[in-house]
């Protein structure tokens, strides 16, 4: 479960006093997640996530997460509303924490994506990438092609100790990365975790996204790549081609993909799992037994890693002509 610093009734309605939300009725942990502690408090003007930003999130950043938000509620983009206090802050501190109020979204996220889920995730990550073309924030992808490496080096041999080989096989695929990363596609505001935990639904429909603590300024079809690795595999790990078109249909409902953003698919899928593989490899070996967090499995995107390993034709995503 995520909830890795618990608050006291007391702590909390002092930190509500300076909302202007009416009394607390009830708050509970929120087991789901793995970066923040989140709760949800019930008040008499209505339901709000609670988060305490733990140690990953970078107090100095949280003004671009929160201003983010704030932008994307405002052009009518469905994600959670950073709440106001009365001093007209949205950051506070709580139980030591850095913490915010923002407003709760209705829906559940799809445990068993279908293709009309991919669809509504693929149009919502345009509308996004349309959304923030006049976002002043700036944040660099802290997990971008760079850091891979070093990441990766944090673990070396002990790869081997998780998965046969796996140390080689990282290195290969980061000369391989590193060797075909494509420059000057277009880019902006990235969600870049749009995995299926962090986008609810009411029925097929998109309700809204959420978590957008790994936001950063990247490639738009880097987003997409991330989005073509978390919902489109089933789980047996093959990719599911009539996934992919739903969600790359759905995409060029709101953004068109230029031919170059199309023909770097393959080579950003690649790097997109590699991405999720290392740091969840890094996760896996740095985490101790017994931690309040359930580990997520790196043999997963290494699955997708190994598809992508043998792709060359983006048409294999589903793309239509
Ligand atoms: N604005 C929101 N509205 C409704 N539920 C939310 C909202 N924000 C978070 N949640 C709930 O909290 C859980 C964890 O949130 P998430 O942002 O993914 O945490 P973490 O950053 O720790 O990964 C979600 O799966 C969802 O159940
Ligand atoms: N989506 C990432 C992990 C990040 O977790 P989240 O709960 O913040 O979405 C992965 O699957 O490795």
Known sequence: MAVYTDITEGQLRAFLSDYDLGELLSYRG?????????????????????????KRVNERELPFFVGLMDHLAGKGFSCPRPVQRRDGGAIGHLAGRPAAMVTF??????????????????????????????????????????????????????????????????????????????????SGVIHADAFPDNVFFLGDRFSGMIDFYFACNDLFAYDVAIALNAWCFDADHRFDRQKGAALLAGYQRARALSDAEKAALPALCRGAATRFMLTRLYDWIHTPDGATVTKKDPAQPLAWMRHHAGVSDPGAYGLSE
């Open 30 to 54: 929120i087991a789901e997640g793995v970066e923040n502690s989140n709760f949800i408090v019930h008040l008499d003007g209505g339901e709000f996530i609670l988060t305490l930003y733990e």
């Open 105 to 186: 979204l209705e829906g559940v996220w799809p445990r068993e994506p279908l293709p009309a889920h991919c669809e509504g995730v693929g149009e919502a990550l345009a509308r996004m990438h349309c959304d923030v073309g006049d976002f002043a924030g700036r944040r660099r992808n802290g997990l971008s092609l760079c850091d891979w490496r070093p990441l990766f080096e944090q673990v070396g041999e002990r790869a081997d100790d998780v998965i046969a080989g796996l140390a080689a096989e990282s290195r290969a695929m980061l000369d391989r990365l590193e060797e075909e990363w494509p420059q000057d596609l277009p």
